[in-house]
């Protein structure tokens, strides 16, 4: 087991309310400490540094690596920083933690990982329900055959706007989707903003900094092998609902539910009313964890992260299988745009929006708000629903 029991030394680039979640996750777990904090804003640093007793604060992120010399590196930042600082994280050899999506395009997503190999370290990317007590249960069930034969999975999202949700919760559904059901092999999308298939106006910037989108309501069709399909939902609704965050699995005996807070099996692939019930499947909650102090999946997958470096092996949510996630959603966009199934992976690399706008002789997305409500307000305006 290679270095079973070392303690990993992680700082945290970035404190806000992601690097808070990581923060606590990895100070809590037995087999991590957080030796050191960097953040631009001083009240950031100070907030999180009380909460963990963590004195080694920084707002130089060389500094803080040259000094502490840390094995992992989280970067819990918004999206578009995520490349630069990975590649300034790398550079060191070190490992890292990045949040998800990996990066805004494939191409940024491509040097991450082939940096990260040249320098001998590991890429995970924070898609932390998929290591999480829920979806192992639900993993479990099926490679056990509770349900018989694979068939389908149909996940969908928590109401966002649909090409921002698919960028935000979208890569989570997608990560879980590949849990069940591994690689995807092709990908085909609708798309429609204010009823209507998306046209060149309609692709933007999206908010918090998540790359280009498009789509108000986004519907994917995912393909893999042994005849499994996956369906994708992310349309917006008028009120976020946390309650539509789901995922269920479809075998030739039985069906099983998936949130974040548990897992159900149904013993049967049909359901008929008042003749077959859910029933809850065992959790398999962390040794020594505290809910009190972490969120048990982002402790789950601190302990990961220890595991994979004892062994030498990928994080079960690497960098790799981030840049697959990536490759499905931008297979979305691609698809939406050019009304064609997109084969993974892809051979062109570059943003499919971005590429559909230039190949049209379209103009460059016009600017956006960054906050979600404010680019909400601005896109109902653009399409006249003020």
């Known amino acids: 087991m290679g270095n079973s029991g070392k303690t990993y030394r992680v700082c945290i680039l970035g404190c806000r309310g992601r690097g808070t979640a990581a923060g606590r996750a990895y100070h809590a777990h037995p087999r991590t400490e957080v030796v050191g904090l960097c953040d631009l804003k001083s009240d950031l640093l100070a907030t999180l540094g009380d909460d963990l007793g963590v004195a080694a604060r920084y707002t130089d992120l060389d500094q803080m690596i040259s000094e502490l010399r840390p094995e992992i590196v989280a970067i819990p930042t918004g999206t578009e920083f995520h490349y630069e600082l990975s590649m300034r994280v790398l550079e060191y050899g070190v490992n890292i933690d990045v949040e998800k999506p990996i990066c805004v395009d494939l191409v940024q997503a491509d040097t991450v990982i082939k940096t990260a190999a040249h320098k001998g370290v590991r890429t995970a990317v924070h898609h932390q329900g998929r290591v999480g007590a829920s979806m192992k249960a639900v993993s479990r069930a099926v490679k056990e055959g509770r349900i018989g034969r694979l068939r389908h999975v149909s996940a969908s999202g928590k109401g966002y706007y649909g090409g921002y949700g698919l960028m935000n919760i979208g890569t989570h559904l997608i990560n879980y989707i590949l849990e069940i059901a591994g690689p995807c092999n092709r990908v085909s999308a609708s798309a429609l ?194």
Request: charged fraction near 25%.
């Open 193 to 386: 903003t204010n009823g209507k298939p998306i046209g060149p106006e309609d692709v933007l910037p999206s908010p918090s900094g998540m790359g280009t989108i498009a789509g108000e309501h986004i519907t994917a069709y995912l393909e893999f092998e042994g005849n499994v399909t996956a369906s994708l939902s992310q349309h917006r609704f008028p009120v976020v609902d946390s309650a539509a965050y789901a995922v269920e699995v479809f075998g030739t005996e039985g069906r099983l539910f998936w949130k974040s807070d548990g897992a159900w099996i149904l013993p049967s692939p049909h359901f008929v009313p008042e003749m077959e019930q859910w029933e809850p499947l065992p959790l398999d909650i962390p040794d020594q964890f505290d809910p009190s102090k972490s969120a048990e999946a982002d402790f789950a997958f601190a302990g990961e992260f220890a595991a994979c470096l004892d062994d030498a092996r990928e994080h079960t949510c690497s960098g790799i299988e981030g840049r697959h996630v990536l490759e499905i959603m931008m297979g979305i966009f691609e698809s939406a745009a050019y009304g064609m199934p997109v084969p993974l992976p892809q051979i062109r690399r570059d943003h499919p929006l971005l590429r559909w706008l230039d190949e049209l002789n379209h103009d460059s997305p016009p600017p956006m708000p960054r906050g979600y409500v404010e680019w909400l307000a601005a896109e109902d305006e653009r399409i006249g629903r003020a």
